[in-house]
């Protein structure tokens, strides 16, 4: 199972922890958080690209600044991309208990990659998937909301193509019902990705941007979130190894 959260903002949060600890903190338990940036230009765009930057990197993910027009490419283009990151890391770490250390897939015979590449691909399609999409509804973002919908919706397009199970849930920061929480769950973790399109219209665009607090509440949720669905995917995931221990069946 692959867990993360895309973070979508301009950057420069200036509530609570650094967003970059608390990145740091989501790939410690195995999350890996991708943001893309929507900035403006001058200084104030300049200060949040580095903060984008930095924050994927603490997390094991991929950044992109984007226009508008961009954005919706750009949230599938880093769900799938990350989808393949971690399957290449289970086949890489078995082809190195099988064959060697110094060993990649590149290395392999031309008859073995090919067999190698197909259970890959059959993984990619497969494998579940667990998404937090995390969206500043900060004052300065208000502008931008339309967009970061019309992404989100495409996202979920291309989830339910997928073979594999895919979960969503959704947030928002800072909240809205209580100015003191740093973020607002709008979805719990479903499959049905028709609502979250009509959820937008509740986030009350407006505050500060506490990136940091909001990526704690997003981290803890996903650890501490268990349920029937979460327990079927943690065992598919014994199951991705297992197929990763299948490769030794083609090299030998």
Known sequence: MVQQIIVITDGC???GLDPVTAAAQAREENIVVNVIGVVDEGDFGLRGTREIEDMAKSGGGLSKIVNSKQLSQTVQMMTRKTVVHTIQQV??????????????????????????????????ENMSLRVVLLID????????INAVEDAVHD??????????????????????????????MDLDWSTEFAIMKRLFYKINMRGATP?????????????????????????????????????????V
């Open 13 to 15: 949060s200036n509530v």
């Open 91 to 124: 086949v890489n770490e078995e082809l190195q208990h099988i064959i060697g250390s110094t060993t990649s897939l590149e290395n392999l015979h031309p008859d073995q990659r090919e067999k190698v590449v197909d259970v890959i691909e059959d993984l990619e």
């Open 137 to 144: 509804a900060s004052a300065s973002m208000k502008p931008k």
């Open 155 to 184: 996202l979920m397009l291309s989830l339910q193509a997928r073979k594999g199970r895919s979960e969503v849930s959704l947030f928002h920061f800072p909240g809205s019902k209580n100015k003191n929480e740093p973020a607002e």
């Open 211 to 251: 990136t940091g607090p909001a990526l704690l509440k997003v981290i803890k949720y996903m650890i501490d979130k268990h349920s029937e669905d979460e327990v079927k995917m943690l065992n598919e995931t014994k199951d991705v190894h297992k197929k990763g221990a299948m490769l030794s069946d083609y090299i």
